[in-house]
C-alpha cells in the first residue's frame, strides 16, 4: 500500500497560527496586567485593588483584540470562499 501525503490540509498551518495568535492575545495581556497590578498594590499597598484593576483592564483589552482579530478572520474566510465559488 502506498501512502499519499494529504494535501487537502492546507487550512491546518493558517488555523494553528489562528490559534496561537488567539492565545497570545488573551495571555500577554492579562500577565502584564497582573505584574503591573502585583507591582502596584507592593508600591502603594492597596492590596488587592490596584491588582484587580489592573487585570479587568488587560482583560477588556484581551476582549477588544480578540473581537477585532476575529471580525478580520471572518472578513479573509468570506473572501476566500466566494474566490472559491467564482472559480
Known sequence: MSHKLNTDNNWL???LFM?????GLIVF???VGVIIGIYLDIKYKTDPW?????????????????S??????????????KEQREK
Open 68 to 81: 477585532i482579530n476575529t471580525f478580520k478572520e471572518f472578513r479573509k474566510i468570506e473572501k476566500q470562499i
Open 19 to 23: 490559534l496561537g495568535k488567539f492565545a
Open 13 to 15: 498551518v493558517p488555523a
Open 29 to 31: 495581556p492579562v500577565m
Open 50 to 66: 490596584l491588582f484587580i484593576i489592573s487585570v479587568g483592564i488587560s482583560f477588556v483589552f484581551s476582549i477588544i483584540g480578540l
